[in-house]
């Protein structure tokens, strides 16, 4: 059964600084891994889209990085800003019959003022 | 902001009540994944449908039920509620069964079961 870690749980960093996300899985066999943002009380933003035979994808302040062999990914975000604040999931798609998204538990990002 | 829309946004329901949510895909999506997120958690994976058959479900019991319609928009069913089944329901759309397309969600419906 494909497990889905994420580390540190909560953060809080003054804005400016750069920031790594971790994210680790334990079934390598993924079509997939996506990175998403989600405000308080509010749906999914995808973030990124890394396929599974790719290493990393950027957009904008962020990169993500992935290395299926070991099961990890990492979500890099550069000049952390307060607009930033929110919880990051990854979620990694099975190469499996069920097709599922298996989501972590988050990282809650504070970018301090 | 997505294409994915669900209604209704925030819904107080009864112990032992039944409830539908509503899910409009994303234009040109024909498959529809639903999930349930507990306060502090990550998603978990309800099923999927993909034009209009499910093909693929999660640890929940049959109360929940769904359908996908002609148009793939959605319908998730849930009978007999409990206290525990009080979550955010998160509805996505993809391309494609065996997709490597990216899931676009929508913005949720809060359910309260008192």
């Known amino acids: 059964k494909q497990e889905v870690t994420q580390i540190p749980a909560a953060l809080s960093v003054p804005e400016g600084e750069n920031l790594v996300l971790n994210c680790s899985f334990t079934d390598s066999a993924i079509y997939n891994l996506q990175w998403f943002r989600q405000d308080p009380g509010k749906g999914l933003t995808s973030l990124l889209l890394i396929q599974s035979s790719q290493r990393e994808q950027t957009s904008g302040r962020l990169n993500a990085s992935l290395d299926k062999s070991s099961g990890r990914s990492t979500l890099y975000i550069a000049a952390s800003q307060p607009g930033d604040s929110a919880t990051y999931l990854c979620?990694?798609?099975?190469?499996?019959?069920?097709?599922?998204?298996?989501f972590g538990s988050g990282t809650r990002l504070q970018v301090q003022p | 902001e997505t294409g994915v829309t669900q209604s209704p946004t925030h819904l107080i329901k009864t112990r032992g009540q039944q409830v539908t949510l509503r899910c409009s895909s994303q234009s040109g999506h024909n498959t529809v994944s639903w999930y349930q997120q507990a306060l502090g958690q990550g998603p978990q994976f309800i099923f999927q449908y993909y034009r209009e058959e499910e093909n693929g479900r999660g640890n929940f019991p049959p109360r929940f039920s769904g359908l996908q319609f002609p148009n793939y928009s959605s319908e998730l069913n849930v009978n007999a509620l409990e206290l525990d089944d009080s979550a955010l329901y998160l509805c996505?759309?993809?391309?494609?069964?065996?997709?490597?397309?990216?899931?676009?969600f929508g913005q949720g419906t809060r359910l309260t079961v008192v």
């Open positions: 996505a759309s993809s391309r494609g069964e065996k997709s490597n397309t990216e899931a676009f």
């Open positions: 979620a990694v798609k099975e190469d499996t019959g069920r097709r599922a998204l298996t």
